[in-house]
């Protein structure tokens, strides 16, 4: 059975940082993309970034600059670094396996002074 569980969503004040983890079990993990997609009230869910088993990245263009992935194969999780946080990266965010259609639960960022 296929696990991926996101933490480290809160809130904070415009320009904070957070780091969402998330944690992938049941899968061969290093052998798959994994990304990070959000979706905001009222919008379709977005990708935000994703990053493929051999490192490659791609970022949407209103987060780059101000968000990192990095994975780490051994330990099965992915890490999204946001920093300079805005008012509309508030959003739920949601780890996924895109090849095999696999999604967490989700963790909620809100950015608000």
């Known amino acids: 059975q296929v696990h991926l569980v996101e933490s480290g969503g809160g809130e904070v004040q415009p320009g904070g940082s957070l780091r969402l983890s998330c944690a992938a079990s049941?899968?061969?993990?290093?052998?798959?993309?994994m990304g990070w997609f959000r979706q905001a009230p009222g919008k379709q869910r977005e990708l935000v970034v994703s990053i493929t088993a051999r490192g490659s990245i791609n970022y949407a263009d209103s987060v780059k600059g101000r968000i990192t992935i990095s994975r780490d194969n051994a330990k099965n999780t992915v890490y999204l670094q946001m920093n300079g946080l805005k008012p509309e990266d508030t959003a739920t965010y949601y780890c996924?396996?895109?090849?095999?259609?696999?999604w967490g639960q989700g963790t909620q960022v809100t950015v608000s002074s």
């Open positions: 049941g899968i061969i993990f290093s052998a798959y993309i």
């Open positions: 996924a396996t895109p090849q095999l259609n696999y």
